[in-house]
């Protein structure tokens, strides 16, 4: 299914807005809108905008210091120059449609190394070289809370009356109730081109579900971070709000965002299946999971990006448990599924929903071809629960449990800094250690109602 739109579909079509968009270091979109007369116009030079969208933290305060942009660049600009091939409807928004932009340095005329979109497209191309092909699916759940963004942001976030009341998953009468909101935000995905695969109610309270189809990694990735912009400007037009934080309340379980990753070879058949091994699992399959799990805690704060993210990671809520592995099996973090060649898959279960997903993949992808390409070979499948593996602390590998150790980690990595370069980890290891130290000066609502009285 696609939505593309030609740039004289554009003209004729009834649109008088375009946004040029890409994706910051946290995945969030930033861009410009403009009239399409304009977006011909400007296509080709670029669209300039600053680098401070890679010198601030997600707050947009500037206190991240980072080489690649800052007070001692003089805070220049890049430029934005739009994918044509991605030019699509924003069905969610009135005479609106929308196009992913590459970044590009105005003085070399190359990708900015440090962009998200660059990253992935680097891996793809590796990935080409090694004459393999990757199809990605990210499966994403959120919250939905019944009031707007602006009274919760001036309650302080104490008050979030959730839109389902009771446990929901796969339920059918529950989610009939929600259908004003989700059908609409269905058909609108779907006018876009992103192409809406399933939705249904998850088990937390006003927890729900929409999954994308798979497909080519940057399409997805892209689909990926426009579906999380419709969803939140369909909520706030509803009079709502929608969070893909990983754990928004405490006692509740956490949103993920399960990747799901096959690979074909240069003739378009699959290499992860085999129709004589094991749960049909090829020898390309085992190498790419012990390359993904062995390269795991390097490749954390890709995947688990903020503090937040920790609250799901640390839990026993499905969201992976250190290097382990089984097939159809929810409590180990690279799950297997599938029973035929165009099905047999890796499923990564330690990304939640705040991930950047083109770093996310961009990692998944690195790890997955090294293992291949170095004939690793995993630990043994898990069939049981997972969680009881480490009793002792020492039977698996564990990932990193905090945003500063991941870090660390990632700075460390001779694989990292050789997969993905050295001005990339250290732009995205400055940024985790920022936010790391930002949370750390914090004074909590959980050390105020522990402490105010007895101390």
Not at 265 to 272: A, C, H, L, R, Y
Not at 314 to 328: L, P, V
Request: proline fraction near 5%; charge should be negative.
């Amino acid at each position: 299914m696609t939505a593309q739109l030609t740039p004289d579909e554009l003209h004729s079509g009834g649109y008088d807005t375009v946004i040029v968009t890409a994706p910051d270091m946290s995945g969030r979109l930033l861009g410009k809108r403009l009239t399409p007369r304009k977006l011909q116009e400007l296509a080709e030079p670029g669209i300039a905008i600053s680098t401070c969208v890679f010198g601030w933290d997600i707050n947009q305060d500037i206190g991240l210091e980072v080489p690649y942009a800052g007070w001692h660049t003089g805070w220049r600009d890049i430029l934005m120059r739009p994918d044509m091939a991605t030019l699509r409807p924003a069905a969610w928004l009135d005479r609106t449609a929308v196009v992913m932009a590459d970044l590009y340095e105005p003085e070399t005329g190359e990708l900015v190394a440090v962009a998200p979109r660059t990253i992935l497209r680097r891996q793809l191309d590796a990935m080409a070289a090694a004459g393999r092909t990757a199809a990605v699916g990210t499966e994403l759940e959120f919250f939905l809370y019944r009031e707007n963004y602006d009274a919760l942001r001036t309650g302080g976030y104490h008050t979030m009356t959730p839109s389902t009341l009771m446990h929901a998953d796969y339920t059918v009468q529950q989610v009939n109730g929600w259908e004003h909101f989700f059908q609409p935000l269905r058909d609108a995905l779907d006018r876009s081109g992103l192409d809406v695969e399933l939705s249904q109610g998850e088990w937390g309270l006003g927890q729900w579900e929409i999954n994308l189809t798979y497909g080519d990694a940057m399409d997805m990735a892209d689909r990926h971070v426009l579906f999380k912009l419709a969803v939140r400007d369909c909520a706030a037009r509803a009079g709502m709000s929608a969070t893909f934080m990983p754990k928004p309340v405490a006692d509740q379980v956490g949103s993920s965002c399960h990747i799901h990753l096959s690979m074909t070879d240069t003739g378009g058949s699959p290499i992860f299946y085999d129709a004589a091994a094991d749960h049909f699992v090829s020898r390309s399959l085992r190498g790419a999971v012990a390359g993904i799990l062995q390269h795991a805690p390097a490749f954390m704060t890709f995947y688990a990006p903020t503090i937040n993210s920790y609250r799901r990671t640390n839990s026993e809520e499905f969201a992976g448990h250190g290097a382990t592995w089984g097939y159809d099996n929810r409590t180990v973090s690279c799950r297997i599924l599938g029973e035929h060649p165009g099905s047999v898959r890796a499923e990564w279960r330690v990304p939640g929903a705040d991930v950047n997903p083109y770093l996310a993949i961009a990692a998944l992808l690195a790890s997955a071809s090294a293992g291949i390409d170095e004939g690793l070979e995993p630990p043994g499948m898990h069939g049981g629960d997972a969680y009881r593996l480490d009793a002792d602390r020492s039977a698996i590998e564990r990932f990193p449990t905090t945003l500063d150790e991941s870090a660390r980690l990632l700075s460390a990595s001779p694989f990292a800094l050789d997969a993905l370069g050295a001005d990339v980890v250290e732009q995205y290891v400055l940024a985790a250690l920022w936010e790391a130290k930002v949370y750390s000066h914090a004074v909590t609502d959980w050390e105020k109602a522990r402490y105010f009285e007895f101390i």
